[in-house]
């Protein structure tokens, strides 16, 4: 069961943050979809919900041919994927987030709640990091901005620091010749996934691989590169055998542990296959 | 016209727009809630039971054990074995032990965990094959709760005649049923001093009769209702909350509300039978069908349930809807330790028919024969003699369901690079088992100058609401706004027996059929059909005292004989076919269901959409059972570590309906609730076999042992 607490309701940013530094037994509150399941089990109880649902000025997405993509942390998973400009420059954001969950969820459920939860099967985190993507976040002291994968510390565990929030998600612009392609391997469909790999490949003017990213997901504690296989693939070109080496090298170097749900060997297994097949994605995308 | 019409469910409307109070949500002024604290040890003596401190807790206001019980400590469908709360044995985990009331659920619930109770263990039994060599005994009584044989011919020389035989192993798992409402409902003493439950249940009258026994009090002291309920499948045939909230209604005198988590029903509730199946089946090479051998073994859990139900009915439905020479099948259920197993629609069927349906395709394959051919040849059709030598006369549309699925089963292409199609096929017998089974209702007038239909069928979904108020309009001509509803009480309707064993439809409908025409015979005197109106009619009747029309049909069947089954044990048949199509990706072992095809022959279809609604509601249960559903004790805790097909796993479904009429059923209808199940597992299973060339012999045949199964018959063949 829930238990009592009490509820806090900023309408502004900066009240945000200071109430959040002000009540120490206290957890933010946005969309509730992964909040409200762990409340409920009573995995925890805090004494205070700070709700920043509310708090529209954290609610955005902004597009700049520089800068890149700008996604304020209450934006929801519906709202990026219905983003027009979003479906242009970065397809393999909304086809990940048509697969996240149910409409339902993703009505609710925020893009900054989802990163903050750090769920390692949690979707956009591979897809962003494949992407390049950094993270703002910010207290009463002030923000800073790092890099999404060094924000994830642990199983459920973050970088940010007490009373800190998470602000912004910042996609680098769209490179020439770059495509990226993403899948989690669910049972039931718009599940959460057993596991998942990310690609992002960048060709140059020869057709030969200049930057490669393959990230995995529910493949450890938290969303893992597999730095191996993309330095193999670096000036090579096409060759579904490459894709197959780096797919074996992504099953050895991935860390998943196993659950009622699949086994480790199961999880690798999958691992090796679906980088593989999400490599060829890529390149193929960059290619076109 | 009402029959065969697609006309919406009566309640449709209410229900999407949230009108119904639904038992979980259902509340009383000034009641308590009440929790069960439940055992932690699968096979234990009780030692000692410390409820001090719980007590002592602000707001809980009783700890009930089972030495307050003023009546039985004892219920069960079949046969008084269960307790209703421990003495001094336990046998599975989630026993009831006590049950905590209070001011809150929050307190309740705390208490739950001050609750000390000091067990002495003895060694648990966890499967039907340690059961049957273990000389620890589960009950007094023996660790074999039931053994049926179903005789017919000579199996030997069935065999000795047969060119070809196949004999394989077949295992299925627990299954929840997952209905969307947990186990719930209140209670409370009315003005009169009547105990009256309101539940989330499939039966009433059944439940009144155990609470009675639990209490000590005449029947008529006993009110229990149906609430709009979430889902049965099953799950709430036998006592769920309904002893626990009468007897603390008794003993506070305070209205009561109990609600399961879905943890605590995961936990508590009756589970599919997992079974053990042997099956030799011997073929002639014409692809006749000489000879099966069957041996069925069964886990029951601790207690029995529907335990001797299912063991009878899988060892009856095992040669599958064919008709074959000579049949030996030997049924065994055993207790352990295990969570019970109970009633969950088609009560064993689904899980013989796996079995019956792969043996088929592999007698095809090693004949080098149609599957379908196959069954065409040795369906039962009429005129033929079941297994246990009933003699098919009407109503036997099997052939029918199989001509419908013909023309696409011939026109199937692979798409795909592992495109598989599959057929499932299965007959049921609708209602109970050779025994009576009988409903009754009845009709009066209203005040209003209404017809009020006062019926003890609890409508759990499926639609019997809607299906029995059409039989009533056709037979009487009169409209929807003639007729008032009074359903599922059992101080306003007679028993009409369990919304199970597909039954209602049949057997309940008759019985309208039968008040109906008693009805109308007096509304015809009264001059209804030429010039009177109803509420002209209505005052007529007022004066004569207002005339009941009673209403009552009980299936003619017999009982089996003891040894060899042979008899009438239904007395009529469901019987359908499915044709499945799915891709495998052999990579990953995942098995996409992308089309299904299913061809029910339902006598007649009293209401199409309903009909429709009950297959796919089937398919998806199919689906489950073949590729995800696995319930593992002491692990499955909730849906996070149980998967059912969503709505967005549903294949494209098309459904074909056959309509050979049953003379005893209302307007012709039989039932369909668990046929539409019964065959898709088999259906998926014959589909992986095609598409990857690998048979799955366990069930669910989830990713992970599909890749193994493929892994293992890679040497074999060339991709
Ligand atoms: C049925 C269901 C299915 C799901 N399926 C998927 C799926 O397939 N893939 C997937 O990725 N996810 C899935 N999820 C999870 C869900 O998408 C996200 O985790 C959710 O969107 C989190 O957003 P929220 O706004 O609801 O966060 P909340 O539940 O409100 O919060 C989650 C956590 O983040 C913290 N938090 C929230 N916002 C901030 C912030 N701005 N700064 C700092 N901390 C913050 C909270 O304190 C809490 O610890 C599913 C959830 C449900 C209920």
């Known amino acids: ?288 | 016209m009402f029959i065969g019409r697609d006309i919406d469910r009566i309640d449709v409307l209410d229900k999407v727009l949230g009108k119904p109070i639904f038992a979980y949500d259902l509340k009383v002024e000034g009641m308590l809630f009440g929790c069960i604290y439940r055992s932690k040890r699968p096979h234990a003596l009780i030692k000692k039971i410390d409820i001090q401190d719980a007590l002592s807790l602000n707001g809980i206001v009783k700890v009930i054990t089972h030495a307050d019980i003023p009546g039985e400590n004892a219920f069960g469908a079949i046969k008084k074995d269960q307790f209703y709360l421990a003495g001094d044995k336990v046998r599975y985990i989630g026993e009831p032990i006590l049950i905590i009331l209070g001011e809150s659920e929050k307190i309740v619930r705390k208490a739950l965990n001050s609750i000390k109770v000091e067990y002495e263990d003895i060694e648990a039994i966890y499967d039907p094959f340690s059961s049957r060599d273990s000389t620890t005994l589960i009950h007094d009584t023996g660790n074999l709760l039931s053994y049926r044989t179903v005789i017919k011919g000579d199996f030997e020389q069935g065999f000795n005649e047969s060119d070809v035989v196949v004999e394989h192993t077949y295992k299925t798992t627990w299954l929840d049923h997952a209905f969307m409402e947990t186990e719930s409902g209140i209670g409370y003493m009315d003005e009169t001093g009547k105990i009256v439950i309101c539940s989330s249940t499939q039966n009433v009258h059944y439940k009144r009769k155990e609470i009675s026994k639990l209490l000590a009090l005449p029947e008529d002291r006993i009110r229990v209702i149906q609430a709009t309920t979430g889902g049965g499948f099953g799950g709430k045939l036998d006592m769920t909350v309904e002893g626990y909230i009468a007897l603390s209604v008794y003993l506070t005198k305070r209205p009561v509300v109990m609600r399961f988590t879905r943890e605590e029903s995961f936990l508590s509730n009756t589970k599919r039978h997992p079974l053990y199946i042997e099956y030799k089946t011997g073929a002639k090479k014409d692809g006749s069908i000489n000879a099966v051998k069957v041996n069925i073994i069964g886990d029951t859990g601790a207690y029995i349930s529907y335990g001797e139900t299912v063991c009878l009915r899988a060892a009856i439905h095992a040669t599958g809807p064919y008709e074959v020479p000579h049949v030996f099948v030997e049924s065994r259920m055993f207790y352990t330790n295990n969570h019970i197993s109970g009633a969950m629609r088609g009560f064993g069927i689904p899980q013989v028919a796996f079995a019956h349906e792969s043996q088929i395709d592999e007698v095809a394959l090693l004949l080098n024969m149609d599957p379908l051919e196959v069954r065409m040849k040795n369906g039962l059709r009429r005129g033929s003699l079941t297994a246990t030598s009933q003699l098919l006369t009407n109503s036997a549309g099997f052939l029918e369901t199989l001509k419908k699925i013909e023309p696409f089963w011939k026109a199937r292409k692979k798409q795909g690079l592992h495109t598989g199609f599959g057929l499932g096929c299965m007959y049921y017998g609708i209602g109970n088992t050779g025994v009576s089974n009988p409903s009754s209702c009845y009709l009066t007038f209203t005040d209003e100058g209404k017809i009020a239909f006062h019926s003890g069928v609890c409508e759990i979904g499926q639609g019997s609401d809607t299906a029995l108020l059409q039989i009533l309009l056709e037979t009487l001509n009169v409209e929807e706004r003639d007729v008032v509803l009074l359903r599922g009480d059992t101080d306003t309707s007679n028993d009409a027996g369990s919304s199970s064993a597909s039954r209602q439809t049949y057997v309940s409908g008759r019985a309208v059929y039968d008040a109906a025409l008693k009805m109308r015979k007096y509304l015809k005197s009264k001059g209804y059909y030429d010039c009177e109106t109803l509420r002209g009619v209505c005052l007529l009747a007022k004066e004569e005292g207002l005339p009941v029309f009673e209403g009552f049909f009980d299936p003619p069947t017999s009982p089996v004989d003891s040894k060899t089954s042979q008899g009438i044990p239904y007395a009529t048949y469901a019987f359908a076919t499915h044709m499945t199509e799915i891709d495998v990706d052999k990579a990953t072992g995942f098995c996409k269901v992308k089309k299904v095809h299913a061809s029910h022959d339902v006598g007649k279809a009293i209401n199409l959409k309903n009909v429709k609604g009950q297959i796919y509601g089937g398919i998806a249960m199919g689906v489950g059972l073949a590729l995800m559903e696995e319930f593992v004790p002491s692990k499955t805790e909730s849906f996070d570590s149980y998967y059912i097909p969503t709505s967005m796993d549903m294949p494209d479904v098309e459904i074909f309906i056959v309509e050979d009429e049953e003379p005893t059923g209302p307007f012709g209808a039989k039932g369909l609730g668990e046929p539409a199940l019964i065959p898709q597992a088999a259906s998926i299973v014959n589909a992986i076999k095609d598409a990857v060339g690998v048979r799955a012999f366990e069930l669910p045949c989830h990713i992970e042992r599909l890749k193994a199964l493929i892994e293992s018959e890679k040497d074999k063949w060339v991709e």
């Open chain 1, 1 to 288: 069961m829930i238990n009592d607490f009490n509820y806090l309701k900023p309408d502004t940013l900066k009240e945000a943050l200071a109430m959040y530094a002000e009540h120490d037994d206290c957890k933010v509150i946005c969309g509730g979809q992964s909040l409200l399941i762990v409340m409920r089990q009573g995995m925890i109880s805090p004494e205070y919900l700070l709700d920043i649902k509310h708090v529209t000025e954290l609610d955005y997405i902004k597009f700049d041919k520089k800068d890149g993509l700008r996604i304020g942390a209450t934006t929801t998973h519906r709202e990026i994927e219905k983003f027009n400009v979003i479906k242009k420059n970065y397809p393999v954001l909304v086809s990940m987030e048509n697969k996240l969950a149910s409409i339902q969820v993703r009505n609710w459920g925020t893009i900054g709640g989802n990163l903050a939860h750090a769920d390692p099967a949690g979707d956009p985190a591979p897809v962003l990091i494949a992407l390049k993507a950094n993270i703002r976040v910010g207290g009463a002291e002030g923000d800073r901005t790092i890099l999404l994968e060094d924000f994830f510390v642990n199983y459920f565990e973050t970088a940010l620091n007490k009373g800190e929030l998470v602000l912004e998600v910042h996609v680098p612009p769209p490179e020439p010749k770059m495509g990226a392609a993403y899948q989690k391997f669910n049972l039931l469909e718009s599940d959460m996934g057993i596991v998942a790999a990310a690609a992002s490949v960048t060709l140059n003017d020869k057709g030969k691989c200049k930057d490669a990213r393959i990230v995995l997901g529910n493949a450890g504690a938290t969303p893992k590169r597999i730095k191996r296989a993309e330095e193999l693939l670096i000036g090579k070109a096409y060759d579904e055998n490459l894709f197959a080496e780096a797919g074996k090298i992504a099953s050895e170097d991935c860390e998943p542990v196993a659950d009622i749900h699949a086994s480790e060997e199961h999880r690798r297994h999958l691992l090796g296959v679906l980088t593989k097949r999400m490599l060829k994605k890529a390149w193929e995308k960059a290619r076109s």
